[in-house]
């Protein structure tokens, strides 16, 4: 990494606003943060565009400097417009044509082109579609397709085209409190719907039109057989698969969470790391280019090339893509070897990217990508700085220690906010790992190559194959040091914010020890500290009661402060959902109990019926809950019992649930189904 981050020198964060770059880059990324949320037709930001354009043409030309900065004003005015106007194009359900306009009561006939294979799950395989026509008209948008898992049907590939005659669904919120959103995943990838099909329903198009995309993944489909015929070992070929060429889905549970806990996860994904490793190979490979005339030139060209080829190879997904345009801009950086270019190509590579790709931005690999290429840009000559040691062992693994200790600081809110979690050793599987990952890349490539020409000595194979081994033992024995890996980690959005204004100051502080810096980190200290102490006092005055969605299962969680008490049939099967709502609301103490049939909550009564379908002693209700399918006459039980609310859990047969709902809304009785609607909670302020 030395060869490209001498360039950013410790150069002071507040002078990187003076780059255009950063500056548009900020206004956009506001742009497309707010076009996110409120939704606007194209229409809109594109005339405020053209407003603004011939404003700031004539700023340009009459603002003085003694004035406001109008001009900047107008500047940033006109590309928080263009922000907006990128997302609602990317979202595109403001857009006319867009299918999300039709009318889905009924079943409708599909035309659709398979864009990306997702990971399946044990039950169905996943595409992401590109809708082409809606009965026979011609509309634009993405739909996620669902088919059963089927060993005797052939899957589908990358542009293959279908027509499928199918209703459509809405993509389901989370049933359950802080679990993970899926349907707020696929909103940021303007996916809003999805198709269930068979095989059977489905009807291919012969001769489909073939696309690039389609190109690069039959091509790493093509090199996966390949490596198959070879003799590697299951689990070191599923990493190979994920290292060299992105593909992770053959990789087993334990292995990705070896990797996971020992804070090496970022290996098995090929993004940022990889290309800038591939890029400091080719740098130094292509290096004899230089001595001929216009070598210089030519060796960019040659780097930018290969560095696209390679995507290609890996399959154009959206992280290699990203990956490797960052690192072009950055290849031009090294190219022109200036001072601070470092910070202004990383902003022009965001700023070109988020204009490509707005819905980027939200995605969690993009912002830890940018967050460590800027931490390690803008840290790494600071602490090379600090300490720069004469002997050369120490000083390259002061080196890379410093890029990794760069890397992790810029990832690190980001990280606990998603992840909740923190691999204190992970500059250990760094250090272990990422010395030899440029000969595992370099080797990986050349064993793909002679793969390809079917010229793969065995001896390769054998020694890739222990390379790769020896890698996951070094991964796993990291791994088991559990008592470094610290787990469940509460962190909100405001901790992320002021987690980031506390590093900054921290780094700042170290940079330039003075009042002024010492304050701001005091500041961010405080801040965080206090915002720490606010929550805890909010949550010694909380008391909440939910009901959880849980097949087979009957879940109730009472919180009193920080204390959780879980009610459940099955206290076995339970820890998912507890773990979410306790890590998101800090809890400290959890007791599992049986679930009981009768509970006062607030001098209101809940009543539970499970199978025995008993009938509780006291009459008139406020909450009935019905668990486990009871065979009940339930008008017969509303009449007798006359409960303000109807209940029914995960527990339940669907069948039942539907008759149940019927029987309350013909008695005007509110029906609360946890599958359908998700969890419930209580009130138990209101009486």
Not at 129 to 134: A, D, K, W
Not at 241 to 258: F, H, K, M, P, V
Not at 404 to 418: E, K, N, T
Not at 568 to 589: G, K, L, M, P
Request: glycine share 4%; aromatic share 12%; hydrophobic share 50%.
């Amino acid at each position: 990494m030395e060869l490209f981050l001498c360039e950013g020198h410790a150069y002071p964060l507040v002078r990187l606003f003076n780059f255009v770059s950063v500056k548009l880059c900020l206004g956009l990324m506001v742009g497309i943060i707010l076009g996110f949320y409120i939704e606007v037709a194209p229409f809109f930001p594109l005339l405020a565009m053209l407003v603004f354009l011939p404003v700031l043409y004539g700023l340009q030309k009459r603002q003085s400097r003694k004035k406001l900065p109008y001009f900047e004003i107008a500047t940033a005015l006109t590309t928080i417009s263009l922000g907006i106007f990128v997302i609602s194009i990317a979202m595109g359900k403001s857009l006319g044509n867009h299918y999300a306009h039709h009318n889905f009561e009924k079943e409708n006939m599909w035309h659709l082109k398979v864009r990306e294979i997702l990971k399946p799950n044990p039950y169905s395989q996943r595409y992401v579609t590109q809708v082409i026509s809606l009965d026979e008209e011609e509309v634009v948008g993405k739909i996620l397709l669902n088919l059963p898992v089927d060993s005797t049907s052939s899957k589908l590939s990358v542009d293959d085209e279908i027509f499928v005659l199918s209703t459509t669904e809405a993509i389901n919120p989370p049933l359950n409190p802080y679990q993970f959103d899926y349907k707020d995943y696929l909103r940021k990838q303007a996916i809003y719907h999805q198709i269930r099909a068979t095989h059977n329903a489905i009807l291919r198009v012969d001769n489909p039109s073939t696309t690039l995309l389609g190109l690069a993944s039959n091509t790493r489909e093509h090199i996966i057989s390949k490596l198959k015929k070879e003799s590697f070992g299951a689990e070191e070929l599923s990493v190979i698969q994920a290292l060299l060429l992105g593909q992770r889905d053959d990789i087993s549970e334990s292995t990705y969470n070896d990797y996971k806990n020992a804070g090496a996860v970022h290996i098995l994904a090929v993004s940022g790391l990889h290309v800038g490793i591939l890029l400091l190979l080719l740098q130094f490979l292509l290096s004899p280019l230089e001595r001929f005339s216009k070598g210089k030139t030519l060796k960019l060209l040659l780097v930018v090339l290969l560095l696209w080829a390679y995507a290609f190879v890996a399959g154009l997904s959206p992280s290699i893509v990203r990956a490797v345009t960052m690192f072009t801009f950055l290849a031009y950086a090294m190219y022109l070897n200036r001072p601070t270019n470092s910070f202004n190509i990383i902003a022009l590579s965001m700023l070109f990217i988020l204009l490509i790709k707005p819905l980027f931005l939200f995605q969690v690999g993009f912002q830890m990508s940018y967050a460590a290429v800027f931490a390690i840009v803008w840290v790494y000559p600071k602490l090379q700085k600090f300490w720069f040691p004469e002997n050369l062992v120490v000083r390259k693994t002061w080196q890379l220690l410093s890029v990794s200790v760069a890397a992790q600081l810029g990832v690190l809110p980001i990280s606990l906010f998603y992840f909740h979690q923190f691999p204190a050793l992970f500059f250990i599987s760094n250090l272990l790992i990422i010395p030899f990952l440029g000969l595992i890349l370099s080797m990986g490539i050349l064993i793909i190559t002679l793969s390809l020409v079917n010229q793969l000595p065995e001896f390769l194979v054998v020694i890739y194959n222990r390379v790769i081994r020896t890698m996951n033992a070094v991964v796993n024995w990291v791994a088991k040091q559990e008592g470094f890996i610290i787990k469940d980690i509460p962190f909100d959005s405001v901790q992320l914010v002021l987690g980031y204004i506390m590093i900054i100051s921290l780094v700042v502080f170290l940079s330039h020890p003075k009042r002024k810096t010492a304050l701001a980190l005091f500041s961010g200290i405080i801040a965080l500290q206090g915002w720490a102490i606010w929550s805890q006092f909010q949550l010694q005055t909380k008391e909440s009661l939910i009901l959880a969605h849980k097949s087979r299962n009957t879940i109730l969680l009472h919180q009193t402060g920080n204390d959780l008490n879980v009610f459940a049939q099955d206290t076995a099967s339970v820890d998912r959902i507890v773990n979410d709502f306790a890590v998101a609301e800090r809890i400290q103490q959890i007791t599992k109990k049986q679930r009981q049939n009768s509970y006062f909550i607030n001098q209101r009564k809940l009543y539970v019926m499970d199978s025995f379908g008993f009938y509780p002693l006291n009459k008139e209700l406020d909450f009935l809950l019905l668990t486990q399918s009871p065979k009940i006459n339930l008008e017969r039980v509303l009449d007798s019992i006359k409960p303000k609310i109807v209940l029914a859990d995960g527990s339940n047969y669907r069948s039942i649930i539907e008759h149940w709902g019927i029987t309350c809304a013909q008695k005007e009785i509110p029906f609360h189904y946890t599958g359908e609607k998700g969890y419930y909670a209580f009130d138990l302020v209101n009486p």
